[in-house]
């Protein structure tokens, strides 16, 4: 069996809030639950309030194997735990845009051969 640490999505309309959950990978987003590992309210003002997780058990999970989504990764790393498991973007420069002279090569190398 699979393991991931999700987010299961509760509230009511335009004030949602999730619990992060240990879910099998086959079960639907919102579907049964392993573990409840703590809660994360978007909405919430106060930081220390916003994310709240048993930070000992989520450790123990990615210790047996249990894969965390982006957005679990990230708020882990906000609030201090490293793993190996984690999936976070890789640090370094975003792509450049393409250069307009390599355009422009492209625009006159299509233009010749009509012009000939």
């Known amino acids: 069996m699979s393991v991931k640490l999700r987010l299961k999505r509760m509230g009511r309309s335009n004030r949602a809030f999730f619990r ?15 573990e409840q590992l703590g ?14 997780a048993d930070l000992d058990r989520c450790r123990y999970w990615l210790d047996h194997g249990a894969v965390p989504s982006e957005t679990v990764s990230s708020l882990f790393k906000r609030n201090g735990l490293e793993h190996k498991h984690l999936k976070l ?3 370094g420069k975003p792509k450049a845009a393409p250069a307009p002279a390599a355009a422009e090569k492209t625009a006159d190398a299509a233009a010749a051969p009509a012009a000939t």
């Open 20 to 34: 992060l959950n240990a879910i099998d990978s086959r079960s639907p987003r919102d579907g049964r639950v392993i």
């Open 89 to 91: 973007p890789k640090p």
């Open 39 to 52: 809660h994360y309210d978007p909405r919430e003002k106060d930081q220390a309030k916003q994310f709240v």
